[in-house]
């Protein structure tokens, strides 16, 4: 367990409703990421973070926004939802170290459906 | 365009049988590979990574290989259990603006049958 948690684990709401899940660590993980996976996508680069209010847009990021505040905490919004965001978003944290790697450690995850 | 493909959607072994799965990449500047398992209704978990100055990682009965020549990695599991039933997810990894990020393939879904 790497001390994350994401809430809610699971939201059904309709199109054009804004949505914010959150990802909450307790670790002091510099870096904090979310995904959403599909079937046939595997897993995909929503936003990312590299510290409190210091993030950057991964390959699918249209129509999400993302904010960091306190390190403990990246929450990933929907603006307005829409039935192309239903998914299952996971949350994933973790910390560089130089000359090395140290892997991502990943959220339970949030399963979405946007009606 | 993808720059990790697992092209096997699927495999199914035998218990105690090897379980072999495959992943291709095409980014040069990719500097570790990893591999990730994940269970239903559960987040990805790290299984196995390997430097891409390496050839060969291996973590019990986990073992990776890569071939820089070929772009091509596998994981190896010897000898399978019906445990190890679950998606796995070949992902590389590369720097870019100075922070570090996970390309994932699609998944390849192992079932160890006993």
């Known amino acids: 367990d790497a001390g994350i948690t994401q809430s809610p684990r699971h939201k059904v709401t309709e199109t054009g409703t804004p949505v914010t899940l959150r990802c909450h660590q307790t670790?002091?993980?510099?870096?904090m990421y979310w995904y959403r996976q599909d079937p046939g996508h595997g897993l995909r680069l929503i936003h990312y973070s590299y510290g409190v209010k210091d993030t950057d847009k991964g390959e699918v990021s249209d129509g999400y926004s993302v904010s960091r505040s306190k390190t403990e905490d990246f929450l990933l919004t929907l603006e307005s939802a829409t039935s192309s965001q239903t998914s299952v978003y996971f949350c994933?944290?973790?910390?560089?170290?130089?000359?090395?790697?140290?892997?991502?450690?990943f959220g339970p995850g949030t399963r979405l459906t946007v009606l | 365009d993808q720059q990790v493909k697992q092209n096997s959607p699927s495999l199914s072994v035998q218990e105690g049988r090897i379980s072999i799965l495959n992943c291709d990449y095409t980014?040069?500047?990719?500097?570790?590979f990893l591999w990730y398992k994940k269970y239903p209704a559960e987040g990805p978990t790290f299984l196995i990574s390997i430097s891409s100055i390496k050839d060969k990682n291996e973590d019990g009965r986990f073992t990776v290989f890569l071939n820089k020549s070929a772009k091509h990695l596998s994981l190896h599991i010897v000898p399978s259990q019906p445990g190890d039933s679950a998606v796995y997810f070949c992902a590389a990894k590369f720097n870019q603006g100075g922070s570090e990020k996970l390309v994932f393939g699609k998944g390849t879904k192992l079932t160890v049958n006993p």
């Open positions: 980014n040069s500047m990719f500097d570790y």
């Open positions: 994933a944290i973790s910390t560089p170290l130089a000359g090395g790697f140290n892997e991502q450690f």
């Open positions: 670790e002091n993980h510099r870096y």
